[in-house]
């Protein structure tokens, strides 16, 4: 079945230092990927997404591109703020058709912490 | 600008009670989730609706029961909580099928004893 594996946290960086979470995924076909982000106290945020091979999903100084070849869509961001605290989930969506277009499979998330 | 809005943000129960997780969006969206998020579990697919009358299990849906009479409400129900169910529960709707961003609920904490 579909999974999404991503690094494990915390992960404590000092503000305006590079940012990178790894998420790999398992899945047939071309599915469609998204990273979330949760800030505390609330739910869950798209940050960005991508759709098919190569594409480069971009937000908030965020990015990710999805690599076919490596299965991978790794968050990052050249240099991070204090208020980009927060739990980040990689996530997957199967396709466009059928019953597992209607479900997103998440990672079990990585909490940031980013300290002046 | 509510958005998704859930209800209660806490509650606790004991094991056998029985309760309605409450979830509404004003946003027309037809379809609507709701998930599970256990520590170290990431988040899991409990049940969908893709409209009014229409609703289908996802990932993890025993123990749990849902509705969809209207297009903007979406209750999750516990017939006989069980500890197993201590989660933290959250709604999410889209407007597009099954291509739209999904937008969540800011949560409901649950515990049972």
């Known amino acids: 079945g579909n999974s999404v594996t991503q690094m494990e946290g915390p992960v404590t960086l000092s503000e305006e230092a590079f940012l990178t979470i790894n998420c790999t995924y398992t899945?047939?076909?071309?599915?469609?990927l998204f990273w979330y982000v949760q800030y505390p106290g609330e739910g869950l945020q798209l940050l960005l997404k991508?759709?098919?091979?190569?594409d480069k999903g971009s937000n908030k100084g965020f990015e990710a591109t999805y690599r076919k070849e490596t299965t991978s869509f790794h968050l990052e961001k050249g240099s991070v703020q204090v208020s980009d605290s927060a739990v980040y989930f990689c996530?997957?969506?199967?396709?466009?058709?059928?019953?597992?277009?209607?479900?997103?499979?998440f990672g079990k998330g990585t909490k940031l912490s980013v300290i002046p | 600008n509510a958005g998704v809005t859930q209800t209660p943000k806490f509650q606790v129960l004991k094991t056998g009670q029985s309760m309605t997780l409450q979830c509404a969006q004003d946003?027309?969206?037809?379809?609507m989730s709701w998930y599970r998020q256990d520590p170290g579990m990431g988040l899991r697919l409990i049940h969908y609706?893709?409209?009014?009358?229409?609703?289908d299990q996802g990932e993890v849906p025993n123990g749990y029961n849902v509705s969809r009479s209207t297009t903007e409400d979406f209750p999750l129900r516990l017939l006989s909580a069980a500890p197993s169910q201590t989660s933290v529960y959250f709604c999410?709707?889209?407007?597009?099928?099954?291509?739209?961003?999904?937008?969540f609920g800011e949560g409901s904490r649950l515990t049972v004893l």
């Open positions: 609706s893709v409209g009014a009358g229409i609703t």
């Open positions: 991508a759709t098919k091979a190569d």
């Open positions: 899945a047939t076909g071309y599915p469609s």
């Open positions: 996530a997957l969506r199967k396709g466009y058709s059928g019953a597992g277009s209607y479900q997103l499979t």
């Open positions: 946003m027309n969206h037809e379809y």
């Open positions: 999410a709707s889209s407007y597009s099928i099954p291509r739209g961003e999904l937008f």
